[in-house]
């Protein structure tokens, strides 16, 4: 499985961004992709995921201000970003956790855009 994702850059604060990951490879058809986030000195931690059937989940400091979503049949997945804070400055990885051959959960991981909130 590989992810390519884009969409990242320079933003002032208060802005909009928005990214996107293709994923290819062999992944189930129930699966859940995301995106994660880590700033310099922190750890890597969750921004939002979204099943396949649709239910999304967000982390607490970007609800209301980030929206996830997927194309199923071409297996990608977004983040529009809006309202963006410095604090949000961070390099972004997008994710998919797949079912494998012998029906348990592996996470993937593409290699990350950078994303950098400043005036």
């Known amino acids: 499985v590989q992810l390519q994702a884009c969409g990242g850059g320079l933003v002032q604060p208060g802005g909009s961004l928005r990214l996107s990951c293709a994923a290819s490879?062999?992944?189930?058809?129930?699966?859940?992709m995301g995106w994660y986030r880590q700033a310099p000195g922190k750890q890597r931690g969750l921004v939002a995921v979204i099943f396949s059937s649709g239910t999304t989940n967000y982390g607490d400091d970007v609800k209301a201000r980030f929206t996830i979503s997927r194309d199923n049949a071409k297996t990608m997945v977004y983040l529009q970003m809006s309202s963006l804070k410095p604090e949000d400055t961070a390099i972004y990885y997008c994710?998919?956790?797949?079912?494998?051959?012998?029906?348990?959960?592996?996470?993937?991981w593409g290699k990350g855009t950078q994303v950098t909130v400043s005036s």
């Open positions: 994710s998919v956790q797949s079912l494998d051959g012998t029906n348990r959960w592996r996470n993937y």
């Open positions: 490879g062999s992944i189930s058809t129930d699966n859940v």
